[in-house]
């Protein structure tokens, strides 16, 4: 039978406190200990490990990209160390019902932030609870950190690139049509003869950074329509802010066309269903495990999209 390996749990708190306060002369603070003792535990573990957790930057330590896996593995080991010293002490909320789940997601800035809400909603309708955090930014920005077990999750409207150099898992969560939208006063109008009546109509366009944008300019080419481009808009909400003011015509996936109406007081006009918007989630693993992306997965395949495949 192989030797079992045990962690130092003292080691780890002497990491997990200089990772935290930032320094080892705060540290050293915080536990009483002196800055040759914890530094000496450190490389204790480091060796254990066979890693280096942290690395020099300027007069300052930072986090390795294996410290800041082990920071987070660390920081959930001593909030359920102290979980149970509350629960025998009888400290314990009763109506908290235990420590909820942590969930650490990044948000495609490119993603519609109505998507987003209707593709995590359902994490937050679990029995288990779920302490949900919320980033968001570019999608390789993103990607990097899930590479190194910042995040757990990345919703995005397009797969990674096989140029990344990220293991990472694309998990295709539904696809949905295009509706374009106008103000109510102004929807009768162009509804009549769609979608020649788009030409020469106000739009406003998201950036030529997303899919939605190629989709939609190749769709206007091959309809011979020439919209009058009066904005280009990286956040998708702020395109529909200004879309709810009537300064122009905009797209959105139909998924959410019911939403969008109530929010923003605008009408559908006409949709395209030639033009696909898809939606994925990215994890490292290739079989989802956490509660909530194994929510999320069901609910959009089976509610939001449609039944779709397990994964592209």
């Given at each position: ?11 780890l ?15 050293s ?27 020099k ?38 109506h ?7 969930f ?22 679990l ?13 390789e ?9 910042d ?46 009546s788009l ?63 109530e ?22 693993e ?15 395949k ?11």
């Amino acid at each position: 039978m192989p030797r079992m390996e045990w962690l130092n749990y003292h080691h780890l708190l002497y990491f997990w406190t200089v990772a935290k306060e930032g320094s080892v002369t705060r540290a050293s603070e915080q536990l009483y200990l002196s800055q040759p003792t914890i530094s000496a535990q450190i490389r204790a573990l480091e060796r254990s490990l066979g890693e280096k957790l942290f690395v020099k930057s300027g007069r300052h330590l930072a986090l390795s990209e294996m410290g800041r896996v082990v920071f987070r593995y660390a920081d959930e080991i001593f909030a359920l160390g102290r979980e149970l010293s509350d629960t025998v002490k009888g400290r314990a909320k009763a109506h908290v019902g235990g420590r909820p789940v942590r969930f650490l997601v990044g948000i495609a800035n490119v993603l519609p932030k109505l998507i987003a809400y209707r593709l995590l909603k359902p994490a937050l309708e679990l029995s288990e609870k779920i302490y949900i955090v919320c980033k968001e930014d570019r999608p390789e920005r993103l990607l990097a950190e899930l590479a190194v077990h910042d995040l757990d999750l990345v919703l995005t409207d397009a797969p990674v690139s096989p140029h990344m150099k990220v293991r990472a898992y694309n998990h295709l969560l539904g696809e949905c049509g295009v509706t374009i939208f106008a103000l109510a006063r102004s929807a009768s109008l162009y509804r009549r003869g769609f979608p020649s009546s788009l030409n020469g109509a106000p739009f406003l366009l998201p950036t030529d950074n997303t899919a939605l944008r190629r989709s939609l300019d190749q769709w206007f080419e091959a309809q011979q329509v020439r919209p009058a481009v009066v904005g280009e808009f990286e956040d998708s909400a702020l395109l529909k802010v200004f879309g709810q003011t009537g300064l122009g015509l905009f797209a959105a996936p139909a998924a959410i066309t019911k939403e969008i109406r109530e929010q923003y007081g605008v009408q559908p006009i006409g949709q395209i269903d030639t033009i696909r918007e898809r939606f994925y989630a990215i994890s490292v693993e290739r079989k989802l495990k956490h509660p909530a992306v194994l929510a999320i997965s069901e609910i959009a395949k089976s509610e939001l999209f449609g039944q779709m495949p397990e994964t592209a």
